[in-house]
Structures are given as C-alpha cells and as structure tokens.
C-alpha cells in the first residue's frame, strides 16, 4: 500500500486534477491519497489558503468579506464546472464556509484554523467527487472521523501518539480513501492546523500509520535540487538522500518537503519520494535511511532570511555557573524559542526567528537581559540569513569548512557566524539577509561546480 501526497501545485486546477486521478489509476497500491487546498497556477497566483485567510481576517475585522469569500469560492468554481461536477458540491462549499463565518469560536486563532482546513477538506471532497466520476471507487474522509488526534495549539498542532493505531484502520478501506491534508483534532473535537505546508505532515502520519510501502509526495518539480532552482539554474538531481539531510534542508530552507514530515516516516522507515505531478514517469527523489558514499561531501545547500540575533557580552561569563541557563530562561518567559547559540569565553548570541520580536518585546527582553544577568553588553541586530550546507559525508570529510569559508571570503559574503551540529551532517554560517542568493550561488560552485554547467 502506497500513500500518495499531492500539493497544491498539483490541485490547483482541473487540469492538474485530471493528472492526479491519472496517476492514482496507474497504481493500484495508491490507496490513500491526501491533498492539500488549490495552490498556485502560476508565479503570481493566490493560494487558496491564502484568499482563506484574507477572508477571516476581514471578518475579525468586521469588515463586508463577501470580495473575500467570492474570491475563494471561484477557486472551486472553475476548477468543479470544467470537471463537470454536479452543481450541488458547488452549493455545499458556499453554505460549509458561511457556516463557518457565522459560527462562535474560542478564539480567533480557532477561527482562523476553522478557515484555512476547510480549503483542504472542500478539496478533498471535490477530489473524490470526480474519481467517483471517473469510475474510480474513492471515499472522501474526515480527520475526525479516521481519528488523527493532534495537540491542541492553533496553528501549530503536534501528532498525538494514540492516532497511528487509529489510523491504522484506514487500511481495511476498499476504495481510494481521499483524505484532506494539513489539520486534526485535539482530544476535545478542536480542528487544529499544522504549520503552513503541513499537508506533507498529514501524508507522513498517514504513510507510519498503516505502514504504508512508500510515502509519494508529488509536487511541480522533478525532484529535490542541490540547491533552490530559484536561486541556482539548473542546479543537479539529489536521487537518494537520508532522512537526516532532508530533515536539515528542509528546515533551512528547501520549502519542497516540510522538515516536520520526516520524523513520522523516519520512526516507522517510511521511504519517502518526491515525484513531480507534471511528469510522473521521472523517477524522482529517495529519502530512506542510509545511502552509499559520494565523493561529495555536501549533498544540498539551503537558505532561509528571517533571523535575529541577541548578543549578550559579559566579562568572565564562562566561569558564571547558571548564566546561559538563566538567558534562556528570559527568552522562555515570553515564549522565545531559540536556534542556534553560538558562544566564545565572554560573549554569545542567541539566534531566532525575527518574526517572534516586536519592538516592545525587545525592549523587554533587552530591559529583563541588563538587569537580571547584569551584563556589560546587550544588543538585537536583525535581518540575518542562515546559509547551511548538508551532507553524512561531511562527518568524516577534513576541509568542509575551511573551503566553504573561503568561498564566501573570495566573493566578499562577510560570515557573522558559523555553527556546526553535533553530528557534523550539517554547517551553519550565519550572514547579511541582503547576500543569502549570492552565498548560495557561490557555495554551489564550490561544490558543485559552476552553476548551470549539467
Ligand atoms: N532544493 C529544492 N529542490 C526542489 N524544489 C525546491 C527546492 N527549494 C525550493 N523548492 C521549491 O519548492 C517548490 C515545491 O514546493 P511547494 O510549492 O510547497 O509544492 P506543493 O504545491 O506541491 O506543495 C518547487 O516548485 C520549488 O520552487
Ligand atoms: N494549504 C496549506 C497546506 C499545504 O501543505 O499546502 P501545500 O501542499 O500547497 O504546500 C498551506 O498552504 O500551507
């Protein structure tokens, strides 16, 4: 049995959606499909999740959302009338999002969730509606009901343990079970999202629940690259990876697979593959548990903008038992979490996602740092890029940082900091967010050779 993803990209359209059913009849083990909401038809197209959040946060607003709703409504429009689906699916989607609109929530985060799956779950319906047309035998089904229980934060819901043995019951469906990715509910019914792109999640979950052979999860793009084909032309196929590089890329950048998705499929050694929608018959990208040698040591290279770093100086701060402990405890008082510290003898920065900041949680959080720790030096600088490079062979490879370090040297990418995991899979170098494309650019030459020579 084989479960089968298929993005946004991959539902944006009835053109695409015909693919879809396509290759879900050319393999009979595609038994459970997830999808995610309609995503892009083109570079500067709307996602359906997107216009879903428009549409809730004008009605917080109390503002007239009918723009809004229309707006998400003629998503499902175009794409159920050129499927020749019956009108009512149309008319259900209408009255399940006005439904919505006018119901009582918690909170607004709840209502906010409430909207964002229902671009799912609307698509999931739709989806099985034309396989049924097709003649495919598919059944659309509800998290709920199949029992994906998750934790109960909106928008940034976790996997309960209990879920894979209800899960697992999926497996005795005869018909193409058509799932909607991205949410669950907690122990008390409360639908709740993963974080954006968690659709790759709900795939994930569902391929460890029923022990699924293999996880497809089918994008716009061929494979996973070396390197984000936006900033690098024509970078090469990665054909084979591990669970641990794709986790890493993943979470510094390679928005193709959501890092989250890898630990479902990772406990239970889900092999996961990343196949284009577009052109199936390519045989896409591995991700399973070891790999053989390569002579490269790195395998991908990413980037993500966004982080800030706090730099905390104070004289004989190493011999201070208790002071990183107590940093940190500040940080954990306004529900800060950190990526990377790296520290020297009498300083060190703590590096986080900027958008967690606002002026005056800085201000606090420098007023609680001066104070508390009694410090010689305490300062925000935003707008920083972590540029990491990736690799098992990095482990046991003399050289990795000395020659990526003199790479960005020799282009002028000043480095602000370098930072390498403890499994030595991976290197960090922290740089100016204005000179991320081009230390990927340069990084890429180094190990790959110069860009757009494959
Ligand atoms: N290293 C990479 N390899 C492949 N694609 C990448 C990489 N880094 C970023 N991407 C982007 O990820 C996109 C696919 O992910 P996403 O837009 O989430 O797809 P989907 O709509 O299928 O969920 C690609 O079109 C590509 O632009
Ligand atoms: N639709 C959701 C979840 C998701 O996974 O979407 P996609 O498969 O288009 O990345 C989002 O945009 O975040």
Redesign the pocket.
């Known amino acids: 049995m084989k479960v089968a993803k298929?993005?946004?990209?991959?539902v944006?359209s009835a053109e695409q959606i015909k693919k879809v059913a396509a290759i879900i009849k050319e393999d009979k083990d595609r038994k459970i499909v997830v999808v995610?909401a309609p995503?892009?038809r083109h570079k500067n197209d709307e996602k359906t999740t997107d216009l879903l959040i428009k549409l809730g946060e004008a009605s917080i607003e109390n503002k007239n959302s009918e723009l809004e709703l229309a707006a998400v409504l003629t998503r499902y429009e175009e794409i159920a009338t050129e499927l020749e689906l019956d009108e009512a699916i149309l008319q259900e989607i209408e009255d399940d999002l006005r439904t919505k609109l006018h119901s009582t929530y918690e909170n607004d985060g709840r209502f906010l969730d409430t909207l964002k799956a229902s671009g799912e779950d609307n698509n999931a319906k739709l989806v099985a509606a034309y396989l049924n047309s097709t003649g495919q035998d598919a059944v659309y089904i509800n998290p709920k009901d199949a029992g994906l229980l998750v934790s109960d934060e909106a928008g940034n819901a976790q996997v309960l343990p209990e879920a894979y043995d209800y899960l697992y019951r999926l497996r005795e469906r005869k018909e193409v079970v058509v799932f909607p990715g991205f949410f669950g509910y907690s122990k008390n019914g409360i639908l709740v999202t993963f974080p954006r792109?968690g659709?790759?999640i709900t795939g994930a979950i569902l391929a460890a629940a029923v022990q699924a052979e293999l996880y497809e999860?089918?994008?716009?793009?061929d494979?996973?690259?070396?390197?984000?084909?936006?900033i690098v032309k024509n970078?090469v196929e990665i054909k084979r990876m591990t669970y641990r590089e794709m986790r890493e890329?993943s979470y510094a950048?390679?928005?193709?697979?959501h890092d989250e998705a890898l630990i479902p499929a990772f406990r239970n050694k889900i092999p996961v593959c990343v196949k284009n929608?577009n052109n199936p018959k390519s045989s896409g990208t591995l991700i399973v548990a070891e790999r053989e040698y390569s002579l490269n040591p790195v395998i991908?290279i990413?980037a993500d903008e966004g982080f800030a770093t706090i730099y905390v100086r104070k004289y004989l701060m190493n011999r201070e038992v208790g002071f990183g402990r107590r940093l940190l405890e500040i940080l954990e008082d306004v529900s800060i979490s950190y990526e990377h510290i790296p520290s020297g003898i009498d300083d060190t920065s703590v590096i986080i996602r900027q958008a967690q900041l606002t002026p005056a949680l800085e201000q606090r959080i420098i007023e609680r740092i001066s104070q508390e720790l009694e410090v010689d030096d305490v300062h925000i600088e935003h707008d920083f890029s972590m540029v990491m490079l990736v690799g098992e062979g990095m482990n046991n490879t003399v050289g990795v940082t000395a020659r990526a370090a003199t790479a960005l040297a020799n282009q002028q990418v000043n480095i602000e900091m370098i930072n390498q995991g403890s499994s030595e899979t991976s290197l960090v170098f922290g740089i100016h967010q204005k000179d991320t494309d081009r230390a990927v650019q340069v990084l890429y030459n180094e190990f790959f050779g110069p860009e757009d020579k494959h």
Do not use: E, Q, W
């Open positions: 298929f993005g946004g990209s991959s944006a995610s995503g892009k792109g659709s790759d999860n089918f994008t716009d793009v494979s996973v690259y070396a390197a984000n084909p936006a970078p890329l950048g390679f928005s193709v697979f929608t991908g990413a």
